[in-house]
T-cell receptor, first 114, second 116 residues
């Protein structure tokens, strides 16, 4: 069935350290993956995306890694800052039987320690 | 200068009532969506419209009826509200019919619906 899940529901990271948020997906036919950040009281905000023909993509302080062999996605945040505190969602472009939609994982809360 | 705006932000109502949530986007996008986020933060798609035409309709009770008067607006009407409808409802938009590379979803800030 549809499943985009995360290994850790809560991640605590020291300010200045790097954060790694992991995600497992189930649909091998998914061709596009996205990370969203949701701050308290706000809607999810796009961070970075990656197509299935890539294994790495870098943005400003963020890197997404895709391992299709094990159906694993990760988001790396360099030099984590207090403003990075949020819930992070991975999402996939679910494509099956002419059914195309973006489905979200369960989310990981990133907590920054001072 | 909000790109995707929803009203109201909070909605408290009693069981059995009918309520509507409005959404507008000024991004010029062709596709709009409604997502529901439950108390565990799980986000699930409900509907999507492309140029006023329904293209995704997930397994949602028919008490929920989306309406798109034009491609910049997608409203959600809910009849006979139930306790289980309590959640945060997010409107979103994207340029492409299916959010794709370089066409991510843009979300509003949500409407927190509480049914008592």
């Amino acid at each position: 069935g549809e499943s985009v899940g995360l290994h850790l529901p809560t991640l605590s990271v020291q300010e200045g350290d790097n954060s790694i948020i992991n995600c497992a997906y189930s649909n091998s036919a998914s061709d596009y993956f996205i990370w969203y950040k949701q701050e308290s009281g706000k809607g999810p905000q796009f961070i970075i995306d990656i197509r299935s023909n890539m294994d790495k993509r870098q943005g400003q302080r963020v890197t997404v890694l895709l391992n299709k062999t094990v159906k694993h996605l990760s988001l790396q945040i360099a030099a984590t800052q207090p403003g990075d505190s949020a819930v992070y969602f991975c999402a996939e472009n679910w494509s099956q039987n002419r059914d195309d939609k973006i489905i979200f994982g369960k989310g990981t809360r990133l907590h920054i320690l001072p | 200068d909000t790109a995707v705006s929803q009203t109201p932000k909070y909605l408290v109502t009693q069981m059995g009532n009918d309520k509507s949530i409005k959404c507008e986007q000024n991004l010029g996008h062709d596709t709009m969506y409604w997502y529901k986020q439950d108390s565990k933060k799980f986000l699930k798609i409900m509907f999507s419209y492309n140029n006023k035409e329904l293209i995704i309709n997930e397994t949602v009770p028919n008490r929920f009826s989306p309406k798109s008067p034009d491609k910049a607006h997608l409203n959600l009407h809910i009849n006979s509200l139930e306790l289980g409808d309590s959640a945060v409802y997010f409107c979103a938009s994207s340029q492409e019919p299916i959010s794709s590379y370089n066409s991510p979803l843009h979300f509003g800030n949500g409407t927190r619906l509480t049914v008592t």
